[in-house]
């Protein structure tokens, strides 16, 4: 079978890649190339179509083939110009390991413009897992956080400010900046302002917005941080915007940058992109692309029952929306209004207890939970059931309230510790020789993991930073609480940890 035809003009009424893939499965090809299932549900793919369905199967194609993906002007082309376009960009890259490919891949790009990135200490593990590979040295800068939750907002640009101040006073100026917005809990920083303030310190602004990659199609909706100056944005398209788990987007903003990170984002991505990525979630990207551009409409709708969810939260007695309040924190200039955290403590039960409780008794699922909150999320296309879960929560509370007698599950968390010193390259510590040692004897030691307490999810300590008697005590306090988890940990209750050996002779190699 020859190539599939091209078409030449394409607009945001059009899917291209996604219709490129249905054109070769209507096409009946006879495939004698991988993927081992054929492409064909009768013939190769039979227990894949009996999950999925014939089409899944159907259009499972691989790369490198005429008329969808091969050439400058290839649909897959034409879908990346149309993605771009859509979310404000100059350019777009279409993701098949998730937001986390997003990040590894800006940690490795603007190492190309120095070796020192101002982080906000409640980033993401994988921008952490980039910064480490690509040999960076971070400072870090700590967000806002609502210690009656234990929830980490973000930065305020006269934070930023500081602390770039900071680091350039003491002779370690900053080439990147690596901020968080929106957070898990809805709350939007000031991008325009953090852009504006980081490009007057000669650094580029990375943008984790996993959160919101439906911001700015509907005017209720916060912009997109691309039209407010960011340089980079990892975008995390099936979280809210409607694609394939797994798939997500890395937008390149048109700054004083953008001609300087092209190219090493572009040498960047071959090195954390699959050589054979997947045509059902590049599709599913193009698919919700144009799903975002051409339904306002149902946008409109999936906001109008998230207010309406809002709306019958606050007429209960048991529970409250907690980013009514969120105007209480400097950082915050706007709110995802598809995100519900939902204050559940007056049950005197933990928020874990209501989300599990709803989910073996209900059948709903909310996104998160926390000692005292559950966190619902409403796709930008999507229109829950807000009656069924009423229905749930209210039952739910009742349970609980009925079953209180004993000690209140809820308990307060120490306060974040400060970091410790970095003594070592991430990189360095991580990859050194490292031995298991206790609690006690960790202390002043250099740490070789990264541990993350939750809540609320800020990374006490990162490969190459001093371990402090308070860091110590403040993990140890979390573990051992009913609602507490300590992500990285070498043991649950955090009675070991694991250091560098010799930091001498691992700095040395």
Known sequence: M??????????????????????????????LMVPGHGCAPEAGGEHLAKLFGDRAVQ?????MLDGIDLGPGSPLAQALELA????????????????????????????????????????????????????????????????????????????????????????????????????????T?????????????????????????????HDDLPESPVRLGADLVISSTHKLAGSFTQSAMLHMGDTEFADRLEPLVNRSYTMTASTSASALL?????SARHALMNGKEQIGRSIELSEEFRERLRASEYFTVISDDFGDFPDIVSVDPLRIPIDVSRLGKSGHWVRDR?????GVYFEMSTATTIVAVIGALATPDIDRVMAGLEAVAAEALESNGGPSELGAFPELPEAGTLRMLPRAAFFAESIVVT?????????????????????NLVPGEEITEETVTFLQAVASSPTGYVRGAADPLVATFRVVRDPLTASAN
């Not at 771009?84 to 490795?108: I, Y």
């Not at 590049?282 to 193009?286: A, I, K, Q, V």
């Not at 709803?358 to 209900?362: A, L, R």
Request: glycine share 12%; charged share 15%.
């Open 84 to 187: 771009a376009g859509a979310w404000g960009a100059r350019r777009t890259w279409f993701l098949t390991n998730g937001a986390s490919q997003g990040n590894r891949t800006a940690a490795f790009a603007v190492r190309g413009l120095g070796e020192r990135v101002l982080m906000q200490r409640s980033s993401h593990s994988s921008f952490t897992d980039g910064v480490l590979l690509a040999g960076l040295i971070p400072a870090f800068v700590a967000p806002n956080v609502d210690h009656d939750h234990g929830i980490a907002h973000g930065l305020t640009p006269e934070v930023l400010d500081e602390a770039l101040s900071t680091e350039a006073d003491a002779g370690r100026a900053v080439q990147s900046v690596y901020v968080v917005s929106p957070s898990y809990f809805g709350s």
């Open 439 to 459: 609690a006690h004897q960790a202390i002043g030691q250099i740490s070789a993991d990264t541990l993350a307490a939750y809540p609320p999810g800020i990374p």
């Open 189 to 217: 920083a000031d991008v325009a302002g953090l852009a504006r303030v980081a490009h007057s310190h000669g650094a580029a602004l990375i943008v984790d917005g996993a959160w919101g990659a439906h911001f700015g199609f």
């Open 282 to 286: 590049m599709g599913s990207l193009d």
């Open 2 to 31: 020859k190539g599939m035809p091209i078409e030449n003009h394409v607009t945001q009424q059009d899917a291209p890649y996604a219709s490129a893939l249905e054109r070769y499965a209507d096409a009946g090809p006879q495939s």
């Open 358 to 362: 709803m989910i073996s008794e209900y």
């Open 59 to 63: 259009l499972d194609v691989p790369l």
